[in-house]
């Protein structure tokens, strides 16, 4: 395999691919997601810049906010393979094989996928989300494609 890639993939043979991106999709959520921004950045400065006169306080929490938030506010492309699972960010691509997870589970937004073999708190840190489109179209498919890549779902 060529260029550090996990398996080999060809964008245009994906058996399923789709594109999220809620701060599109959701606009009412979106304006509540922005309104939330401003007033934590407005409390940030006042207590960082403000009370303890440390600018570089304010620009690290800023920083911190807006990379947790970073996957609301672009879009995501998710393109599933035979062997494995692209996630492509704007400035970042995720390759995981299929092999790699222990079982999925659907949730709300998605499904996450873990790497263990039972539920643990930890799956939103080692395992991988994968959020469905607005109009949720690719769900059943995908669940019962993960039923025989993945095996076991909680």
């Known amino acids: 395999m060529s260029n550090n890639k996990k398996?080999?993939?060809d964008i245009e043979k994906a058996?399923?691919?789709?594109?999220s991106f809620?701060?599109?999709d959701r606009p009412k959520h979106s304006v509540f997601v922005c309104l939330t921004v401003v007033l934590m950045a407005y409390i940030l400065w006042e207590l960082a810049v403000v009370t303890w006169e440390q600018p570089l306080f304010y620009i690290l929490g800023i920083m911190i906010l807006f990379i947790g938030l970073a996957p609301?506010?672009?879009p995501t492309r998710y393109y599933f393979f035979e062997e494995g699972l692209?996630?492509?960010?704007?400035?970042l691509k995720v390759e995981k094989l299929y092999k790699d997870f222990g079982f999925f589970y659907v949730d709300k937004s998605g499904i996450?996928?873990?790497t263990f073999k039972l539920p643990r708190r930890l799956d939103a840190f080692r395992g991988q989300s994968i959020r469905f489109?607005?109009?949720?179209?690719?769900?059943?498919a995908i669940i019962e494609f993960l039923k025989?890549?993945?095996?076991?779902?909680?």
């Not at 058996?15 to 594109?19: E, I, K, M, S, V």
């Not at 025989?148 to 909680?154: C, D, F, P, Q, S």
């Open 15 to 19: 058996l399923h691919h789709w594109t």
């Open 112 to 114: 996450m996928l873990s």
């Open 22 to 24: 809620p701060f599109v």
């Open 7 to 9: 398996f080999e993939y």
């Open 133 to 140: 489109s607005k109009t949720r179209e690719e769900r059943e």
């Open 86 to 91: 692209l996630v492509q960010y704007p400035i």
């Open 148 to 154: 025989a890549k993945v095996g076991k779902r909680y």
């Open 72 to 74: 609301y506010f672009v």
